[in-house]
Protein backbone atom coordinates (compact mmCIF):
# COMPACT_ATOMS: atom_id res chain seq x y z
CA UNK A 1 0.00 0.00 0.00
CA UNK A 2 2.76 2.30 0.79
CA UNK A 3 4.79 1.53 -2.33
CA UNK A 4 1.55 2.09 -4.15
CA UNK A 5 1.80 5.72 -2.90
CA UNK A 6 4.85 6.38 -3.20
CA UNK A 7 4.56 5.16 -6.95
CA UNK A 8 1.86 7.66 -7.36
CA UNK A 9 3.69 10.01 -5.58
CA UNK A 10 7.13 9.77 -7.92
CA UNK A 11 4.88 9.49 -11.25
CA UNK A 12 3.89 13.04 -11.16
CA UNK A 13 7.49 13.96 -11.05
CA UNK A 14 8.64 11.76 -13.69
CA UNK A 15 5.98 12.33 -15.95
CA UNK A 16 6.09 15.59 -18.08
CA UNK A 17 3.43 18.18 -16.62
CA UNK A 18 0.49 18.96 -18.79
CA UNK A 19 0.50 21.99 -20.87
CA UNK A 20 -1.62 23.41 -18.91
CA UNK A 21 0.01 22.55 -15.63
CA UNK A 22 0.74 25.77 -13.52
CA UNK A 23 4.52 24.68 -14.27
CA UNK A 24 4.75 25.34 -17.90
CA UNK A 25 2.57 28.46 -17.59
CA UNK A 26 4.97 29.62 -14.68
CA UNK A 27 8.28 28.53 -16.88
CA UNK A 28 6.52 30.57 -19.97
CA UNK A 29 5.33 33.57 -17.95
CA UNK A 30 8.42 33.73 -16.55
CA UNK A 31 10.61 33.62 -19.50
CA UNK A 32 8.36 36.57 -21.24
CA UNK A 33 8.88 38.49 -18.26
CA UNK A 34 12.93 37.97 -18.03
CA UNK A 35 13.33 38.60 -21.04
CA UNK A 36 12.20 42.56 -20.66
CA UNK A 37 14.30 42.83 -17.30
CA UNK A 38 17.42 41.60 -20.20
CA UNK A 39 16.26 44.04 -22.46
CA UNK A 40 16.43 46.74 -19.85
CA UNK A 41 19.67 45.45 -18.32
CA UNK A 42 21.27 45.54 -21.76
CA UNK A 43 20.16 49.19 -22.49
CA UNK A 44 21.25 50.36 -19.18
CA UNK A 45 24.66 48.92 -19.43
CA UNK A 46 25.56 50.39 -22.27
CA UNK A 47 24.46 53.75 -21.47
CA UNK A 48 25.87 54.32 -18.19
CA UNK A 49 29.58 55.02 -17.03
CA UNK A 50 28.44 54.33 -13.51
CA UNK A 51 30.47 50.66 -12.43
CA UNK A 52 28.17 49.87 -10.05
CA UNK A 53 25.29 49.94 -12.06
CA UNK A 54 26.62 48.84 -15.21
CA UNK A 55 27.83 45.87 -12.62
CA UNK A 56 24.69 45.42 -11.28
CA UNK A 57 22.34 45.42 -15.05
CA UNK A 58 25.30 42.53 -15.87
CA UNK A 59 24.35 40.70 -12.92
CA UNK A 60 20.81 40.85 -13.92
CA UNK A 61 21.75 40.02 -17.80
CA UNK A 62 23.63 36.56 -16.51
CA UNK A 63 20.85 35.98 -13.60
CA UNK A 64 18.22 36.00 -15.72
CA UNK A 65 19.29 34.83 -19.10
CA UNK A 66 20.38 31.68 -17.39
CA UNK A 67 17.14 30.99 -15.70
CA UNK A 68 15.57 31.79 -19.32
CA UNK A 69 17.58 28.73 -20.71
CA UNK A 70 16.74 26.71 -17.26
CA UNK A 71 13.26 27.20 -18.29
CA UNK A 72 13.61 26.40 -21.87
CA UNK A 73 15.41 23.40 -21.26
CA UNK A 74 12.20 22.15 -18.74
CA UNK A 75 10.28 23.01 -21.69
CA UNK A 76 12.25 21.15 -24.10
CA UNK A 77 12.37 18.02 -21.71
CA UNK A 78 8.91 17.95 -21.19
CA UNK A 79 8.31 18.25 -25.23
CA UNK A 80 5.72 21.58 -24.87
CA UNK A 81 6.35 24.34 -27.16
CA UNK A 82 8.07 27.29 -25.43
CA UNK A 83 5.02 29.37 -26.40
CA UNK A 84 1.40 28.23 -25.98
CA UNK A 85 -1.81 29.29 -27.44
CA UNK A 86 -2.26 32.10 -25.04
CA UNK A 87 -0.06 34.87 -25.06
CA UNK A 88 2.52 34.88 -21.87
CA UNK A 89 0.70 36.91 -19.06
CA UNK A 90 -2.15 37.09 -20.74
CA UNK A 91 -3.59 40.26 -19.81
CA UNK A 92 -1.39 41.24 -16.95
CA UNK A 93 1.66 42.84 -18.34
CA UNK A 94 1.37 46.39 -16.56
CA UNK A 95 0.00 44.36 -13.39
CA UNK A 96 3.00 42.24 -13.16
CA UNK A 97 5.51 45.44 -13.37
CA UNK A 98 6.23 45.48 -17.31
CA UNK A 99 7.45 48.27 -18.91
CA UNK A 100 5.46 49.98 -21.39
CA UNK A 101 6.66 50.62 -25.04
CA UNK A 102 7.08 54.11 -24.66
CA UNK A 103 9.37 53.76 -21.26
CA UNK A 104 11.80 51.41 -23.05
CA UNK A 105 12.39 54.37 -25.54
CA UNK A 106 12.66 56.57 -22.65
CA UNK A 107 15.35 54.24 -21.09
CA UNK A 108 17.01 54.42 -24.51
CA UNK A 109 16.61 58.54 -24.97
CA UNK A 110 16.73 60.45 -21.42
CA UNK A 111 20.08 62.08 -20.21
CA UNK A 112 21.91 59.04 -18.88
CA UNK A 113 21.02 60.60 -15.29
CA UNK A 114 17.48 60.30 -15.90
CA UNK A 115 18.05 57.25 -17.54
CA UNK A 116 19.63 55.54 -14.82
CA UNK A 117 16.82 56.31 -12.02
CA UNK A 118 13.89 55.49 -14.57
CA UNK A 119 16.09 52.50 -14.93
CA UNK A 120 15.90 51.71 -11.40
CA UNK A 121 12.29 52.77 -10.72
CA UNK A 122 10.92 50.59 -13.38
CA UNK A 123 13.41 47.43 -12.70
CA UNK A 124 11.91 47.92 -9.01
CA UNK A 125 8.47 47.47 -9.91
CA UNK A 126 9.25 45.08 -12.43
CA UNK A 127 11.04 42.65 -10.17
CA UNK A 128 7.67 43.66 -7.72
CA UNK A 129 5.28 42.00 -10.13
CA UNK A 130 8.43 39.22 -10.68
CA UNK A 131 7.83 38.41 -6.83
CA UNK A 132 4.34 38.36 -7.45
CA UNK A 133 4.37 35.82 -10.20
CA UNK A 134 6.60 33.70 -8.65
CA UNK A 135 4.44 33.64 -4.53
CA UNK A 136 1.64 32.99 -6.56
CA UNK A 137 2.54 30.24 -8.74
CA UNK A 138 4.22 28.62 -5.85
CA UNK A 139 0.86 26.91 -4.18
CA UNK A 140 0.30 25.17 -7.54
CA UNK A 141 3.34 24.38 -8.64
CA UNK A 142 4.29 20.21 -8.02
CA UNK A 143 7.95 19.73 -9.66
CA UNK A 144 10.13 20.59 -7.24
CA UNK A 145 13.02 22.15 -9.42
CA UNK A 146 10.47 24.72 -10.15
CA UNK A 147 9.56 25.23 -6.65
CA UNK A 148 13.26 25.80 -5.39
CA UNK A 149 13.47 28.41 -8.87
CA UNK A 150 10.21 30.10 -7.91
CA UNK A 151 11.37 30.49 -4.55
CA UNK A 152 14.73 31.26 -5.34
CA UNK A 153 13.93 33.33 -7.86
CA UNK A 154 11.15 35.66 -5.08
CA UNK A 155 14.05 35.75 -2.50
CA UNK A 156 16.47 37.26 -4.71
CA UNK A 157 14.36 39.82 -6.55
CA UNK A 158 13.31 40.95 -3.40
CA UNK A 159 16.90 41.25 -2.15
CA UNK A 160 17.71 43.34 -5.59
CA UNK A 161 14.71 45.29 -4.61
CA UNK A 162 16.04 46.76 -1.40
CA UNK A 163 19.25 46.79 -3.06
CA UNK A 164 18.18 49.48 -6.16
CA UNK A 165 16.15 51.38 -3.26
CA UNK A 166 19.30 52.28 -1.76
CA UNK A 167 21.11 52.87 -5.35
CA UNK A 168 18.03 55.14 -5.89
CA UNK A 169 18.49 56.82 -2.35
CA UNK A 170 21.95 57.47 -2.65
CA UNK A 171 20.61 59.69 -5.79
CA UNK A 172 18.88 61.49 -3.56
CA UNK A 173 15.46 59.91 -5.07
CA UNK A 174 12.57 58.14 -2.76
CA UNK A 175 11.63 54.92 -4.54
CA UNK A 176 8.27 55.22 -6.10
CA UNK A 177 5.62 53.81 -4.37
CA UNK A 178 4.93 50.14 -5.53
CA UNK A 179 1.17 49.51 -6.67
CA UNK A 180 -0.45 46.02 -5.26
CA UNK A 181 0.02 43.16 -7.79
CA UNK A 182 -3.18 40.64 -8.13
CA UNK A 183 -2.23 37.19 -8.17
CA UNK A 184 -1.57 34.98 -11.00
CA UNK A 185 -3.97 32.41 -11.91
CA UNK A 186 -2.06 29.34 -13.32
Known sequence: ????????????????????????????????????????????????????????ALDILLTQQAQIGQMQGWLAVWGVPFTGAQPPMQGMGEHMGMATVQQLKELRTLPIDQAEIAFLNLMIRHHHGGVAMAQSALPQIRRAEV????????????????????????????????????????
Open 1 to 56: MAFAAFAGVRAWQTQPPAETSAEVTFARDMMAHHEQAVEMALIIRDRSSNAELKQF
Open 147 to 186: KRLAEAMATAQQNEIDYMQALLRERGVEPAPQPTMAPMHH
